[in-house]
């Protein structure tokens, strides 16, 4: 089951640069959550926050509390059990090539030395389902590298290494960015089955993308959230004039 | 959608008989300067081949391979001891030097980024590479021989890994470069832990590179003779141990080459061939051995 992520007073830095200030935010468990905003405005370095994926970069910094229902990601647990928990999907597929697919889809498990077969074989059959791949894959699961496949079913199978940890939060940075639109239809349906089990944080340069799959969506510009609303109002009545100008193409 | 052709919005014009005809004739130019070049580069290699089976071949027999060398005077004899011994030397090298290479690598590439340690163990190495081989064996003869009071099959190992270790540990950090960060995000991004990270993603996506590099260093010092001059020594007759003098290939046929015998010249050939096919058939082996896990469609 997913659970709300609450965000107080956030503030990240690459270097000098204050990527990301003061952003408050609550991120309701079991919906899909939109970010949208020009390219360099923060969107990434705030999901990255979410999974502390920020503080692997030797130069990046973070200030503020970020909760997963009762934890305090930043003080009660370390990286590596939070990033268990929440899981990340990137912009682009990005497969281990030395894998198979099965080792590919478990490897969060397999690398974490988790060795039962069975329940090994479990998982990568219903991630792979939850993914909607496995009709396609699951004649060459261990025959073929996870980048044989084409870059939708590449992505696919990311989200489906991404579940099979069992994570409750998913984080997606741009997921269809780089695929072609009947691959982006599937990744969208996706997100629209996932969100009954899982909390969806998506950040997008797509804003069709954001009212088709998002309830709720934060507009972001120069590091600061603008506005957080739901999807609905943000695209048809927006409070603040600068999401207006964005969401009708006046600039960005 | 038109179904006409499309036209260029500014007429091309049309190139001249002259300058087709110059372009044409620079690219064959090329195309035969390219040829010719690789040719250069690999007749050595086959002149060498071929003239080391011209004058080695006729000397190879079972004697060779099962047999020590034989008195001066008597005929026959062989190089089985020397086989051996350069068998054990390069294994105890192989065994130092490449875990120790390959760590050094990994720290240079995934922990040491930009930091004044990383930069100093790369230069240390870099210059380490140059250092000529006579004077490896010099050191190791008064860092090693001279504490152990006596010459040794360890101390001709210990040479022989410190000349691997460089060229392993720069290849080794080239290519771990190459493995894009995004596999490593991919990795992190599960909660798997660095140290997993760096051996089971950015290490075995570098494996087949790193390898090679392992053989390029492990072909380079299996010829080596200095380093063994005043370090394993060399030896006429069997040994085993490890703090003893031991016989090696290129020592023996460095014995035998500068000897005022025919019989022994012709061994030394033969010694020469058998060593070639050796490293050989070893790169062979490990480039069949490591090809055998590659999934279908990996890059």
């Known amino acids: 089951m997913g659970v709300g992520i609450q965000v107080e007073n956030l503030n990240a830095w690459y270097g000098t640069t204050h990527t990301l200030q003061d952003i408050n935010l609550h991120i309701p468990a079991n919906h899909a959550t939109a970010l949208i905003g020009p390219s360099g405005c923060g969107k990434s370095t705030f999901v990255r926050c979410l999974n502390r994926m920020h503080e692997t970069n030797p130069i990046a910094r973070a200030t503020g509390v970020i909760k997963m229902g009762d934890l305090d990601i930043y003080k009660d647990a370390s990286p590596v059990e939070i990033r268990r928990r929440v899981g990340m999907v990137f912009q682009r597929p990005n497969p281990f090539p030395t894998m198979s697919i099965y080792d590919n889809v478990a490897s969060g498990l397999k690398l974490n030395g988790f060795r039962n077969r069975r329940i090994l074989d479990e998982t990568v059959e219903r991630s792979l389902k939850q993914a909607a791949l496995w009709e396609e894959v699951k004649d060459d699961l261990k025959k073929k590298s996870g980048a044989s496949l084409s870059g939708g079913q590449q992505q696919r199978m990311c989200i489906a290494r991404a579940l099979a940890v069992d994570p409750e939060v998913l984080l997606m940075d741009e997921p269809a960015s780089a695929l072609d639109p009947v691959s982006t239809s599937k990744i969208e349906d996706l997100i629209f089955q996932l969100k009954s089990q899982y909390t969806i944080v998506i950040v997008t340069h797509n804003m069709q993308q954001a009212a088709r799959v998002a309830e709720n969506t934060g507009f972001f510009l120069n590091g600061k959230m603008v506005e957080f609303d739901s999807t609905h109002k943000i695209f048809t009545n927006p409070r603040d004039k600068r999401t207006e100008d964005y969401i009708t193409g006046r600039f960005g | ?299």
Request: glycine letters at 8%; hydrophobic letters at 50%; aromatic letters at 8%.
């Open chain 2, 1 to 299: 959608m038109s179904t006409q052709p499309l036209t260029p919005l500014t007429p091309q014009p049309k190139p001249s008989a002259f300058s087709t005809m110059r372009r044409r004739t620079m690219n064959q130019l090329i195309t035969v300067l390219s040829v010719l070049s690789t040719v250069l580069v690999i007749a050595p290699l086959v002149a060498i081949l071929v003239y080391l089976i011209y004058k080695g071949a006729s000397s190879l027999n079972l004697a060779f391979f099962t047999h020590i060398p034989a008195p001066v005077g008597e005929p026959g004899g062989g190089m089985a001891n020397s086989i051996v011994g350069s068998g054990i030397i390069l294994f105890l090298a192989s065994l130092m030097g490449i875990p120790i290479g390959i760590a050094a690598g990994v720290y240079l590439a995934e922990f040491a980024r930009g930091t004044i340690l990383g930069n100093a163990i790369r230069f240390t190495a870099d210059v380490l590479n140059g250092v000529p081989s006579i004077v490896m064996g010099i050191s190791i003869y008064s860092l090693v021989v001279m504490q152990q009071k006596h010459f040794s099959a360890l101390a001709g190992g210990i040479a022989l890994a410190i000349m691997m270790v460089p060229t392993i540990t720069r290849t080794t950090e080239e290519m771990l470069s190459t493995v894009p960060h995004a596999i490593r995000e991919a990795a992190l991004g599960l909660g798997v832990p660095k140290w997993r990270t760096v051996l089971s993603v950015s290490l075995r996506t570098a494996s087949p590179g790193i390898i090679t590099g392992c053989m390029l260093a492990f072909a380079r010092v299996a010829g080596e003779t200095a380093p063994l001059l005043f370090t394993a020594f060399g030896n006429q007759f069997w040994s085993f141990k490890l703090n003893e003098p031991i016989a090696a290939l290129p020592l023996q046929i460095y014995v035998y080459a500068i000897s005022p015998y025919d019989e022994w010249h012709r061994l030394a050939w033969a010694g020469s061939l058998v060593l070639i096919v050796m490293i050989m058939v070893a790169v062979t082996l490990v480039r069949i051995f490591a090809n055998r896990g590659v999934l279908k469609g990996a890059s």
